[in-house]
């Protein structure tokens, strides 16, 4: 079996840097993704961790530890258009679990 | 490159009828998944593919079947329609099993009355 773990709700102000954390119990696992969804629209790929460590794209980073079966999102310079649910995803050799997102608000 | 599409995008159904919910892709990706979204909720797989002739069940497969006779197209097909079944169906493909960007089609928004 899997399962994931995410907050239900984050909420933070314009500018600032908010982190979204996951765990996950998974058995043959390859690694984990990051989706953004927002209302009304189909989910799309942020970022990948095969290995441990930090993998920057732009504003967003994603970060991976598999002996702690942990992962975070972290996004910096919050823009309004960021406010959406974000998903982690593990990755056991192709099939794609999905945890129950974080909706991400953020305010003026 | 159209990328993922899904016909129709709403549908109303009556309870104990059948449809198929259409999805194509033209990245020539291996694996396909169906995944179902409840609102407030995440996604869950119903069935996914890692090939042409091969499907293998997810995390919710009752009440759905699927088949995959070519790379390019990957069917769902719900047979006698329930309550239950209404969400948001989402079509998804991705090129390998390393390769985890996956990328969907626009949704198929199902009600079952």
């Known amino acids: 079996g899997q399962s994931l773990e995410q907050p239900s709700e984050v909420t933070a102000v314009e500018g600032a840097i908010v982190q979204i954390n996951c765990t996950y119990q998974t058995s043959g696992f390859y690694g984990l993704s990051w989706y953004q969804q927002h209302d009304g629209g189909a989910p799309t790929f942020l970022s990948y961790?095969?290995?441990?460590g930090l993998e920057e794209t732009g504003r967003f980073s994603s970060f991976l530890s598999r002996s702690d079966s942990y992962g975070y999102l972290l996004l910096q310079e919050l823009q309004m258009k960021d406010s959406a649910s974000y998903f982690c995803?593990?990755?056991?050799?192709?099939?794609?679990?999905f945890g129950q997102g974080t909706e991400l608000s953020v305010k003026p | 490159n159209a990328g993922v599409t899904q016909t129709p995008k709403f549908r109303i159904l009556k309870i104990g009828q059948s449809m198929t919910l259409q999805c194509a892709q033209d990245m020539n990706h291996n694996y396909m998944y169906w995944y179902r979204q409840d609102p407030g909720m995440g996604l869950k797989l119903i069935y996914y593919s890692v090939g042409a002739g091969i499907t293998d069940k997810g995390e919710v497969p009752n009440g759905y079947n699927v088949s995959r006779s070519t790379t390019e197209d990957f069917p769902l097909r719900l047979e006698l329609a329930a309550p239950s079944q209404t969400s948001v169906y989402f079509c998804?493909?991705?090129?390998?099993?390393?390769?985890?960007?996956?990328?969907f089609g626009q949704g198929t928004r199902l009600t079952v009355v």
């Open positions: 961790n095969a290995l441990d």
């Open positions: 995803a593990v990755n056991q050799g192709g099939k794609l679990i």
């Open positions: 998804a493909s991705s090129l390998d099993r390393g390769n985890t960007e996956a990328f």
